[in-house]
């Protein structure tokens, strides 16, 4: 009788032993999720090749807190017009830069993107009610396009991103498992 007892114990200790893990893990992931990161779900494929329909990324809340977003960057922000729907784009232009589209390619302050390679690989589209004019973004906002430009509606149709509407910076697809990496 005493050792089905202590079988019944020791159960009891393994069994209480992985709830806590796992609870733990819950509290874990959910402070991350809430004060540090977030996930966010690609709807459309603007972001093709890069990003695809229905990828899950995660999104550093805290990346444009302590630096300054860079030119290549997958950025999460609010849409400027409508604040309640986020979109997910490049960055392309800084502030105090001029941006033009001219065959294809991306030139900043009239000379070609060299870096980061995302960009110089994509081939995008003129600037949309633009036209193939130089643009000028403003101090405190961005120039974002979709890399699949021929299927985004982004800075090209609807002007730049306030950089307080930036959310955070995509680091890492992580669902579906066969697409599970860090991004660029």
Do not use: C
């Amino acid at each position: 009788m005493k050792r089905v007892g202590k079988m019944t114990d020791q159960k009891k200790s393994t069994v209480r032993e992985y709830a806590e893990s796992l609870i733990s893990a819950l509290i874990l992931a959910l402070i991350v999720l809430t004060f540090i990161g977030r996930a966010f779900e690609i709807p459309s494929s603007s972001m093709f090749p890069a990003l695809q329909i229905g990828d899950r990324i995660f999104v550093n809340k805290f990346a444009y807190k302590f630096s300054v977003p860079q030119r290549g960057d997958i950025a999460v922000f609010i849409y400027p017009r409508d604040k309640k729907r986020d979109f997910v784009k490049r960055i392309i232009g800084l502030p105090g830069e001029t941006v033009e589209i001219r065959e294809g390619h991306i030139l900043i302050n009239g000379k070609p993107v060299s870096n980061p390679s995302p960009i110089v690989s994509n081939t995008y589209y003129d600037m949309g009610h633009y036209g193939t004019q130089q643009v000028r973004v403003p101090e405190k906002k961005y120039f974002v396009l979709g890399d699949n430009s021929g299927n985004s509606k982004d800075s090209r149709y609807w002007g730049f991103v306030p950089s307080e509407n930036l959310k955070g910076k995509a680091f890492a697809i992580y669902w579906p498992p066969r697409r599970i990496h860090r991004l660029k």
